[in-house]
């Protein structure tokens, strides 16, 4: 028997006044897994990640989040945002503070850690993106990709259940995407579960269990890497992916 999935979206559809995005998603990613989303430019892959943690509404639909209907009426949401670590293009950190600063915020504020323990967390997580050197630096000292990788620091350092990465490379100089999706492939290979939009299709073909190829709100195909790839079921996945190769 398989694991129970620790994300699952069920019927999702999402609408902004009359303009339809997503039109019934179902999805699963199970513990470990990593799912890469690959699509055109307004198919709704942000729509989708950002109503997992509710900061879209969802028009309709379901999604569990470790077992927690996070649609339900007295859902904690602080609670479900602890379980859910997202990484945008945009790093978001904030100037004024250190790398560690920015590592050690959500974990004073939110999770209540005492300082002490918020910087050991913090150090941890600095350390697992190769950062650990970087700990006093600034956000303007640092390069795209580390800032890129702070942000992860900073999602990793609270102990996520499944990590959600809206294109974390597009923002970045070509040769300072490999550092970050470096680091990826190393959180996947410690067992975190993650699902992410990505137009690097190399990483996705490489390191993906699944790969979903969405367009027009809908998720069009999905299957293993090789598959969407190297043998595509639909025409339009394969319009898509040839664009690449
Ligand atoms: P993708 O990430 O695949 O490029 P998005 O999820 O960002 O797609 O957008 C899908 C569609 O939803 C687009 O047509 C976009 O204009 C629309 N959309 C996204 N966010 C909003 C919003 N806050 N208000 C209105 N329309 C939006
Ligand atoms: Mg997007």
């Given at each position: 028997?398989?694991a129970?999935?620790?994300?699952?979206?069920?019927?999702?559809?999402?609408?902004?006044?009359?303009?339809?995005?997503?039109?019934?998603?179902?999805?699963?990613?199970?513990p470990?897994q990593?799912?890469?989303?690959?699509?055109?430019?307004?198919?709704?892959?942000?729509?989708?990640?950002?109503?997992?943690?509710?900061?879209?509404?969802?028009?309709?639909?379901?999604?569990?989040?470790?077992?927690?209907q996070?649609?339900?009426?007295r859902v904690?949401?602080?609670?479900?945002?602890?379980?859910?670590?997202?990484?945008?293009?945009q790093?978001?950190?904030?100037p004024?503070?250190?790398?560690?600063?920015?590592?050690?915020?959500a974990?004073?504020?939110?999770?209540?850690?005492?300082?002490?323990?918020?910087?050991k967390?913090?150090?941890?997580?600095l350390q697992?993106?190769?950062?650990?050197?970087?700990?006093?630096?600034?956000?303007?000292?640092l390069?795209?990709?580390?800032q890129q990788?702070?942000?992860i620091?900073?999602?990793?350092?609270?102990?996520?259940?499944?990590?959600?990465?809206?294109?974390?490379?597009?923002?970045?100089?070509?040769?300072?995407?490999?550092?970050?999706?470096?680091v990826?492939?190393?959180?996947?290979?410690?067992?975190?579960?993650?699902?992410?939009?990505?137009?690097?299709?190399?990483?996705a073909?490489?390191?993906?269990?699944?790969?979903?190829?969405?367009?027009g709100?809908?998720?069009?195909e999905?299957?293993?890497?090789?598959?969407?790839?190297?043998?595509?079921?639909?025409?339009?996945?394969?319009?898509?992916?040839?664009?690449?190769?």
């Amino acid at each position: 028997m398989q694991a129970a999935p620790i994300l699952e979206i069920v019927g999702l559809h999402k609408s902004y006044d009359n303009n339809v995005v997503l039109r019934g998603i179902d999805l699963r990613v199970r513990p470990g897994q990593l799912i890469c989303v690959i699509g055109p430019s307004g198919s709704g892959k942000s729509t989708m990640l950002r109503c997992c943690n509710r900061l879209e509404e969802p028009s309709e639909g379901q999604i569990l989040v470790d077992g927690i209907q996070i649609m339900h009426p007295r859902v904690n949401l602080n609670e479900v945002r602890q379980r859910i670590g997202m990484v945008f293009q945009q790093f978001n950190l904030y100037p004024h503070l250190t790398a560690l600063g920015n590592v050690m915020l959500a974990l004073k504020k939110v999770q209540r850690h005492p300082h002490p323990e918020a910087e050991k967390r913090a150090r941890k997580a600095l350390q697992q993106v190769g950062l650990e050197h970087k700990a006093d630096s600034y956000p303007g000292q640092l390069s795209g990709g580390q800032q890129q990788r702070v942000g992860i620091a900073r999602a990793i350092a609270l102990e996520p259940k499944v990590m959600l990465f809206d294109e974390p490379t597009s923002a970045l100089d070509p040769e300072l995407v490999g550092s970050v999706l470096q680091v990826m492939r190393e959180l996947r290979e410690a067992g975190m579960t993650m699902l992410v939009v990505t137009h690097e299709m190399a990483f996705a073909r490489a390191v993906a269990d699944r790969v979903v190829f969405m367009d027009g709100g809908h998720i069009v195909e999905e299957g293993p890497p090789e598959q969407i790839f190297g043998a595509p079921q639909h025409e339009r996945t394969r319009a898509f992916v040839s664009r690449f190769s």
